[in-house]
């Protein structure tokens, strides 16, 4: 989304917000563990025009929620409802992707010592695609995909489950056996997509929106 401040206020703008219908608050940006607050700085002179400023707001799970913005002498809120877009199951995913042309033919289990350690116990498919593997795993709800962080870092993972403001159940496993992992969630579903076509990595996108760990 695109924040707009007007020519007449030239002050800096504090954003913040939480979920009104539950507990959670909102984050912006990017990265796994995104901030909690957006700040739009002062404008850097007085003949200033509109300012316009790109943001990314983060949500675990669908509700009403409320942004809080903050300036010199006034602090506004703006309510909204945040509802899940595009497939948000693995059927939906496997049928989203049958009808952008791939095959997605299923291939059996998906064998990798490092990913099927730390998600083994979940129900999960393997799909063929001349672009590369897709692997799914379909979770209980929307909460139980989006507390989960996976961390690359060269040639080994992270798998962490949050649970409220605290992480626990840290695995850490090197992998070598897997070409490039990208990974995607939406609504209550974990998509893998192993390897680094151009034209699928933008698919993925489209339809599951910006990977959140990998490659």
Same mark, same amino acid.
């Given at each position: 989304?695109?924040?707009?401040?007007?020519?007449?206020?030239? *002050?800096?703008?504090?954003?913040? %917000?939480?979920?009104?219908?539950?507990?959670?608050?909102?984050?912006?940006?990017? %990265?796994?563990?995104?901030?909690?607050?957006?700040?739009?700085?002062?404008?850097? +002179?007085?003949?200033?025009?509109?300012?316009?400023?790109?943001?990314?707001?983060?949500?675990?799970?669908?509700g009403?929620?409320?942004?809080?913005?903050? %300036?010199?002498?006034? +602090? =506004?809120?703006f309510? $909204?409802?945040?509802?899940?877009? *595009?497939?948000?199951?693995?059927?939906?995913?496997?049928s989203?992707?049958?009808? =952008?042309?791939?095959?997605?033919?299923?291939?059996?289990?998906?064998?990798? &010592?490092? $990913?099927?350690?730390?998600?083994? *116990?979940?129900?999960?498919?393997?799909?063929?695609?001349?672009?590369?593997?897709?692997?799914?795993?379909?979770?209980? +709800?929307?909460?139980?995909?989006?507390?989960?962080?996976?961390? %690359?870092?060269?040639?080994?993972?992270?798998?962490?489950?949050?649970?409220?403001?605290?992480?626990?159940?840290? $695995?850490?496993?090197?992998y070598?056996?897997? #070409? #490039?992992?990208h990974w995607?969630?939406? *609504? +209550?579903?974990?998509?893998?997509?192993?390897?680094?076509?151009?034209?699928?990595?933008?698919?993925?996108?489209?339809?599951?929106?910006?990977? &959140?760990?990998?490659?």
């Amino acid at each position: 989304m695109t924040w707009i401040v007007r020519s007449r206020y030239r *002050g800096p703008l504090l954003i913040r %917000g939480r979920q009104l219908d539950g507990t959670r608050v909102l984050h912006f940006e990017h %990265g796994q563990i995104p901030g909690t607050e957006r700040w739009i700085p002062r404008a850097r +002179s007085r003949k200033s025009s509109e300012r316009r400023y790109s943001s990314r707001t983060r949500l675990r799970a669908p509700g009403c929620y409320a942004y809080q913005v903050d %300036g010199l002498g006034f +602090s =506004r809120v703006f309510v $909204f409802e945040a509802k899940t877009s *595009g497939p948000g199951t693995v059927d939906e995913i496997v049928s989203a992707l049958r009808t =952008r042309g791939l095959p997605m033919e299923q291939d059996g289990l998906f064998h990798s &010592f490092a $990913f099927g350690y730390f998600l083994g *116990g979940l129900a999960r498919q393997r799909f063929e695609n001349p672009a590369g593997e897709v692997i799914l795993w379909q979770f209980i +709800s929307f909460t139980a995909v989006h507390q989960l962080l996976i961390v %690359g870092s060269g040639q080994s993972i992270e798998v962490v489950h949050q649970y409220g403001r605290e992480s626990a159940a840290i $695995f850490c496993c090197p992998y070598w056996d897997v #070409p #490039p992992p990208h990974w995607y969630r939406n *609504g +209550s579903a974990l998509a893998l997509y192993l390897g680094s076509d151009a034209a699928m990595l933008k698919t993925m996108e489209e339809l599951l929106g910006e990977q &959140f760990a990998g490659a």
